[in-house]
């Protein structure tokens, strides 16, 4: 038997791609293993979004080289982003990577790896294809409780800041038999919780003409077993008021929703071809919240993008302030090869990113505690994805001497650390009631309540 060892960086999308490594290379003999000295065949899963994710990368590939000089056989691949973008690049830069696939050559790897293992030279191979392969599962489904299933790849929209559309191609969308078949067997393998994923679901099906994504996920949260159904990014440009009445309409679908902003200026949301304005963005909220008044909502915002002034950043810390998200990433501008705000004029000094950034986040931090705080004492149900790796705080919990402790999240996707009832055997898999009892920055403590 062998061994692979996948280490992802970035975005859900690719730790999901990471799931479809091993699943292709399952039936080549390849196991899982939890370390990359253990290996034999190690995947680099880069992503190039800012450029501090595609540094993360090449250091990790710098701590492989000491494996590589003393163990024979020893493989290594670079996949993703970074892999699209540099291509052969990457085996000149680093002589003892052995291939590179980039985004679209997912479904070739057992190809290249048989080809490798025949003793073929170094390999690219960085193919952007115009259809999407759908190839039959052949490997064991691996996820957990809450999982994720690509419905679409690639993006159409050129925000101008953005790499992936460039890296991952245009869109296009999975056939829904096919997004159907594969949340079943995933049910089937233990999942109770499905992410559907895309860069921007809204328009799922669109240019393919299949059904639509209101459509899809009525089909997905109709199948037997699955208990919750999550869906992410969404583009405020294109959030319909059908996917809005969604929310109300389909019990499983929960409610959370992650819909990037980005700035809260129009004016850099038009220089960012976002393409809605700040007031299209606060109705999309206004109108969420009537549909689903106890939805939590999540962001994405840049701060410092080229031309940025501090009006337009006062604009943004306005908007956090009225929406109180339950949730924000925030990220200080960074250029990217090929996007077009690399050649933008007004470039914002890599200091004042930096102090953005941080009263951003401070910002948000404080309304991140009041929201935990308003929880507490508050009833929740929570699905049990593992043992809660947290310590025992012990003022933290009502009754240190009851059960385990365990991890889940509520249906409004917060991170809950629960003391099990007496006798409570083993719940992963299972929703189960919580009296949050405290609140901790951004994580809640809770206890069980009843069995
Ligand atoms: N610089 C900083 N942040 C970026 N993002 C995308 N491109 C860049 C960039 N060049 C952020 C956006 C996006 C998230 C995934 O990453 O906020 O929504
Ligand atoms: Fe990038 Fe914009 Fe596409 Fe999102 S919608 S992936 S930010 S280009």
Redesign the pocket.
């Known amino acids: 038997m062998k061994s692979l060892y996948v280490f992802t960086i970035g975005?859900q999308m690719n730790s999901s791609d990471a799931d479809l490594f091993y699943r292709l290379l399952s039936p080549m003999g390849y196991l899982p293993t939890d370390s990359p000295e253990s290996a034999d065949l190690v995947i680099v899963n880069t992503c190039s979004?800012?450029a501090k994710a595609e540094d993360k990368a090449f250091s990790f590939i710098g701590r492989l080289q000491a494996i590589k000089a003393v163990k024979p056989g020893f493989r290594i691949g670079v996949a993703g982003c970074v892999a699209q973008q540099e291509g052969a690049g990457i085996l000149s830069r680093v002589p003892y990577v052995d291939f590179i696939f980039g985004t679209h050559a997912i479904w070739r790897l057992p190809e290249i790896v048989t080809a490798l293992e025949a003793g073929s030279g170094r390999i690219v191979d960085v193919d952007m294809a115009e259809e999407l392969p759908e190839r039959p599962d052949t490997g064991e489904m691996r996820g957990g409780v809450s999982d994720f299933v690509t419905i679409m790849r690639g993006c159409d929209n050129f925000?101008t800041?953005?790499?992936?559309p460039y890296v991952r191609g245009r869109e296009m969308s999975r056939r829904p038999e096919a997004i159907v078949d594969e949340v079943k067997k995933k049910v089937a393998a233990g999942a109770r919780e499905i992410t559907l994923l895309g860069q921007n679901v809204n328009s799922y099906g669109k240019k393919e003409g299949l059904p639509d994504f209101p459509e899809l996920l009525r089909m997905v949260a109709d199948i037997e077993g699955l208990q919750r159904l999550r869906f992410a990014?969404s583009h405020p440009k294109d959030l319909s008021d059908e996917l809005i009445d969604a929310f109300a309409q389909i019990p499983g679908l929960c409610n959370h929703l992650h819909l990037?902003v980005?700035s809260g200026s129009t004016a850099v949301l038009s220089r960012m071809n976002r393409k809605y304005t700040r007031e299209h963005y606060l109705e999309r909220i206004a109108r969420l919240r009537d549909v689903c008044p106890d939805i939590a909502l999540g962001t994405?915002?840049?701060v410092g993008f080229p031309g940025e002034s501090s009006e337009d950043f006062n604009k943004t810390l306005s908007l956090v302030e009225s929406i109180r998200y339950d949730g924000v990433?925030a990220?200080?501008?960074?250029?990217?090869p090929n996007?077009k705000?690399a050649d933008f004029s007004g470039k914002v000094p890599e200091k004042e990113k930096k102090s953005r950034l941080a009263e951003l986040l401070a910002l948000q931090d404080e309304i991140t505690r009041e929201k935990n705080e308003a929880c507490v004492g508050k009833m929740e149900e929570i699905l049990v994805e593992g043992k809660s790796p947290r310590k025992v705080d012990s003022s933290a919990i009502t009754d240190p001497a009851a059960g385990d402790r365990v991890t889940g999240r509520t249906r409004s996707n917060r991170v809950v650390h629960a003391i099990l009832a007496e006798g409570e055997k083993n719940p992963v898999g299972r929703c189960i009631p919580v009296r949050i009892d405290r609140a901790l920055g951004h994580s809640l403590w809770g206890s069980q309540t009843g069995k």
């Open positions: 975005c979004i800012r925000c800041y953005c790499v992936v990014t990037p980005q994405d915002i840049i990433f990220f200080a501008y960074s250029d990217r996007a705000a």
